[in-house]
């Protein structure tokens, strides 16, 4: 059993809610080194690594994608992983709790098509989104429909009663969620992850909770920006094939 205490100053100051979330004991789990001088965080499909970088440590790591955070860790994961290691840039977005106009937010939640509606996720839907590969991220995280609802949050936008798009829970920490947004490939274009985030948002904000958003790509910094966030730096990540 990792020390959470021990392995803490490896990451303090990260702000990634995936490591705050597993530090609080919520989600994730930790591994450290025997002298807790290298440290990984596991959360979902990510793994964060710290301190001095150790082969064996990394050698645990299942990825698929790792997070160093100093540089001096990249040689080891391009000796350790070679060819399968893959660089990818992602885009920190800024964590500022009054920056949301809610006006702004309301509008683009009201602004969905002829024939579709906002849905908040609940245990009836839980298991519908689960076993689609496009929405899954929206609950996974769960051990089950009633922690999905009871922990996290969610919405849907439903078109012939059935999900098409969503904003989700991808993780949850003391305090707010880390968020997931998707929409099925044929109802794209169409406005829909604007207005499931939109919702999302407004109904965090309501529970006196934050939507952390980490982008991707820069289409989900583009959508980001425009429900109210703004970008922050962007950093380098491995994609382990």
Same mark, same amino acid.
């Given at each position: 059993? @990792?020390?959470? *205490?021990?392995? !803490?100053?490896?990451?303090?100051?990260?702000?990634?809610?995936?490591? +705050?979330? &597993?530090?609080?004991?919520?989600?994730?789990?930790?591994?450290?080194?025997?002298?807790?001088?290298?440290?990984?965080?596991?959360? #979902?499909?990510?793994?964060?690594?710290?301190? @001095?970088?150790?082969?064996?440590?990394?050698? *645990?790591?299942?990825?698929? /994608? $790792?997070?160093?955070?100093?540089?001096? +860790?990249?040689? $080891? /994961?391009?000796?350790?992983?070679?060819?399968?290691?893959? %660089?990818?840039?992602?885009?920190?977005?800024? %964590? !500022?709790?009054?920056?949301?106009?809610?006006?702004?937010?309301?509008?683009?939640?009201?602004?969905?098509?002829?024939?579709?509606?906002?849905?908040?996720?609940?245990? *009836?839907?839980?298991?519908?989104? $689960?076993?689609?590969?496009?929405?899954?991220?929206? &609950?996974?995280?769960?051990?089950?429909?009633?922690?999905?609802?009871?922990?996290?949050?969610?919405?849907?936008?439903?078109? !012939?009663?059935?999900?098409?798009?969503?904003?989700?829970?991808?993780?949850?920490?003391?305090?707010?969620?880390?968020?997931?947004?998707?929409?099925?490939?044929?109802?794209?274009? *169409?406005?829909?992850?604007?207005? &499931?985030?939109?919702?999302?948002?407004?109904?965090?904000?309501?529970?006196?909770?934050?939507?952390?958003?980490?982008?991707?790509?820069? #289409?989900?910094?583009?959508?980001?920006? %425009? $429900?109210?966030?703004?970008?922050? !730096?962007?950093?380098?990540?491995? +994609?382990?094939?």
């Amino acid at each position: 059993m @990792v020390d959470l *205490k021990r392995i !803490e100053p490896l990451f303090d100051g990260w702000e990634e809610t995936m490591v +705050w979330s &597993c530090l609080q004991g919520v989600m994730g789990r930790a591994e450290a080194n025997g002298d807790y001088t290298s440290g990984m965080i596991v959360s #979902r499909d990510f793994t964060f690594l710290a301190g @001095v970088p150790d082969r064996g440590l990394l050698e *645990k790591a299942k990825g698929p /994608i $790792l997070v160093p955070r100093t540089e001096d +860790w990249n040689a $080891l /994961i391009e000796a350790v992983f070679g060819e399968k290691a893959v %660089k990818e840039t992602r885009y920190a977005i800024r %964590k !500022e709790p009054g920056v949301f106009d809610r006006r702004r937010l309301e509008a683009f939640a009201a602004a969905l098509p002829d024939g579709y509606e906002l849905r908040l996720i609940d245990e *009836k839907l839980v298991p519908v989104l $689960l076993s689609e590969n496009w929405s899954r991220d929206f &609950c996974a995280a769960f051990d089950s429909p009633a922690d999905c609802c009871t922990r996290g949050i969610g919405v849907a936008a439903m078109y !012939e009663d059935v999900p098409v798009a969503g904003a989700g829970s991808y993780i949850v920490y003391q305090g707010g969620i880390e968020v997931e947004i998707d929409t099925r490939e044929d109802h794209r274009r *169409k406005g829909l992850a604007a207005a &499931c985030g939109a919702r999302l948002i407004l109904e965090c904000l309501d529970r006196g909770l934050y939507p952390s958003w980490d982008a991707i790509d820069l #289409r989900s910094v583009s959508l980001a920006e %425009k $429900l109210g966030y703004h970008r922050g !730096e962007p950093y380098m990540t491995y +994609w382990i094939g």
